[in-house]
């Protein structure tokens, strides 16, 4: 665990790039559009990080994309310019660097957006040399996608030149400075990319952290052909966050986020029957699968589901009382940008057909925050830096 030792008691904090700072305006922040959220506008706000006690930044994607995300990429290997260049990026990691911070970015290697130019190229072109590079079921418009997101063409790992050409970009970044990844929806490509990735990249950068996002809430039981993971009708019949789905990644990441204790702690928070001793014992019983060095980073929200606040019906003690339990645990820590400043909304993600998320990814408002909060979380992030 030498190389990646310095992420043991991590405080990360997680960054959607368009809804963080940089934006002029936060008008429109229903609509899934670019607001102008920047990487400069993340670097001002370094000092606000660093003072929080933040050791990790995690940003969403920032290769070219169509969505204000990032997750529909069109170019692996370029900056979005709505985000900035790539000196902006370079300029970011120096930054982070200087103040005693890592920098970790999203990766997502399973898809790309229809509007990649090697999926337009395969869907226009009989004898495309990219035709294999995704998964055709009847070409040149029926085609596997992240699970049935149409918009995100599948791509085909088990292609020697997709492969090369994602792992290629991840060693790009890492090359530029980046201290790892977190890696988007693990449970997509086969389990041979994963080991392939993880022995390219650490041949490199011994000291890069790989951590997966394995999860399956919400998963249709159609759309299990687009997953490559050991036994999934059994994993997928038997519950989303499965210690045997996190179990998957021992040896191939250096861990995963830990969607199991966000369901303990969000239970225990929303649940008026349960208990703090049912909860300890489940914990203990959830840890007791895994071995020391595979991390488990905790969090209590995220870009995907309601804010925790929201959850506990606005009720602030609740959330401090989730916060400390999340502290004080020996693994990593993820803040979700703005839940430190009591960030909640109005509706729950699951109350539109349509990007109801939007509702998670409300801009950071900077102007009206709860100080008193805030410094609750820099008294136990000050706690869980002693601990370590």
Known sequence: MSGVSWFKNAIIYHIIIDRFAGFDSADNWDKPTFLGGNIRGIIKKLPYLNDLGITTIWISPFYKTSAYH???????YQVDPHFGTLEDIKDIINAVHEHGMHIIADFVPNHCSRKHP???????????????????????????????????????????????????????????????????????????????????????????????EAWMMGIKR?????????????????????????????????????????????????????????????IKR??????????????????????????????????????????????????????????TQTKSIWDMSIHGDLWARQPMNWKKQDTKLIEFYKKLIEQKKNMG
């Open 222 to 282: 159609s759309e299990l052909g687009t997953l490559h993971i050991k036994n999934k009708f059994l994993k997928w019949f038997f519950g989303a966050n499965s210690d045997n789905l996190l179990k998957e990644y021992i040896g191939e990441l250096d861990g995963v986020l830990d969607f199991k204790f966000q369901e303990l702690i969000k239970n225990y928070a929303t649940n008026p029957y349960s208990s703090k001793q049912t909860f300890n014992k489940n």
């Open 118 to 212: 090697f999926f337009m190229n395969a869907q226009t072109e009989k004898n495309s040399p990219y035709l294999d590079w995704f998964y055709f079921i009847k070409w040149p418009n029926e085609y596997l996608s992240f699970l049935s997101v149409k918009e995100i063409p599948k791509i085909n790992l088990n292609n020697l030149q997709a492969r090369e050409h994602i792992i290629n970009a991840a060693k790009f970044w890492l090359s530029l400075g980046f201290d790892g990844f977190r890696l988007d929806h693990v449970i997509g490509p086969p389990h041979s990319f994963w080991r392939q990735f993880r022995k390219e990249i650490k041949d490199k950068h011994p000291n890069a952290i790989l951590i997966g």
């Open 70 to 76: 990032g997750y529909h990429i069109t170019d692996f």
């Open 286 to 343: 959830h840890f007791a699968h895994f071995p020391d060095n595979y991390f488990l980073p905790n969090f209590l929200d995220n870009h995907d589901m309601n804010r925790f606040l929201f959850q506990c019906g606005n009720d602030k003690e609740k959330l401090k009382e989730a916060v400390q339990i999340q502290f004080s645990s020996d693994q990593p820590s993820i803040i979700y940008y703005g839940t430190e400043t009591g960030m």
